[in-house]
């Protein structure tokens, strides 16, 4: 559906721009705007989100290897170093921090 007043290129143009992030992705972005911190393992598999602040652990259920993924090919997270030597950290990248 077109808005009012927008050509059919350019609506064409803002979605390839904005790609629609999925329920699981949006969760945990919103987790890590609010201080937790997403670990993997060293494959990407079996994430946890961990609160900087108290410590605390949560396992997100719809979140898999895949989402990670999806997210650090959009530029959204990037890894670094994490706690374990073969745990990676994602951390959100600071050109996309609101």
Known sequence: MLEFGRSPRMANKESTIAPK???????????????YILETNSL?????????????VLRPADANASTVKALEQRGLIRPSKGRDPLTIAWRLNSAKRR
């Open 44 to 56: 990407g598999a079996n994430p946890i989100l961990r609160g900087v602040k108290d410590d605390t």
């Open 21 to 35: 992030l999925t329920e699981s992705e949006q969760d945990l972005l919103a987790y890590m705007a609010h201080g």
